[in-house]
């Protein structure tokens, strides 16, 4: 879990998303001025203010919020996190190693549950853990291809996964897979790249974070009753509720 990393592989673009968002939003009020290209790029190229993105995405239009995909590489974590994030299908698209055609059977390595950490539970979860990726490799020894021998690997394979999304699904994403009801792991990586993408532009992702943050509990009965301030960072989440992840 420590040495799950996340980056953005093109922060760039956070730049053409909000020149987007502005311009789209622009163009739905002055139709009636555009009567050429070259008076649609004098909209596009009309600069606008930090506080012009605040207010655009504050407005119930989120069209205007999906004008770019943002790239962000995942390195370390689990393939139950691939399961879990990829049931996002909407405006976002994944690209992951292969089972099928990588060989793990002398590369492998697994993700040590949050909670498993500094305990005496650790040893035990790695020892069972090692036996899959022994028997793996037992597999591929004998002949058999990586597809089949992928069966036998543990939901904790490390992996690397590129998540593709626009600035909306992201902030969805955010709000949904931060929120305690999902795993620590889940949590945790969706916390860096919400770190992230606010140090890139707090102007367009100033209202991410669980829903608790925005307005209110979307979980209903299901609700863990312990809403975060609205002003909390992903950063002071993320020492709050993780403080393993930040010892040397």
Sequence with gaps: MKNI?????NPQEIKNAKKMLVCTARLTQRGEKIHSLDDFIKLYEKPYTEDTIRNLVSLPHPTIQKFGCINVVVVGASRRFLAQITRHQNEVKFMS???QYSDYSSEADVVIPYELLETLIE???????????????????????????GYIMPQGLRNTLIISATPFQWKYMIHLRTCKRNTSETRIVMLKIWELLYKESPALFSDCGPFC???????????????????ISPTEILKQEFPKLYKK
């Design 213 to 231: 943050t925005n307005d209110y509990c979307r979980e209903g009965k299901m609700s863990c009753g312990m809403a975060y301030p609205k002003s």
């Design 123 to 149: 040893k035990i979860y790695k020892d069972m853990c090692k036996e899959g990726l022994e028997n793996y490799k037992d597999f591929i020894d004998g002949g058999w291809n990586n597809d089949i021998a």
């Design 5 to 9: 990393e996340v980056k953005i592989l």
């Design 97 to 99: 190693a292969s089972l």
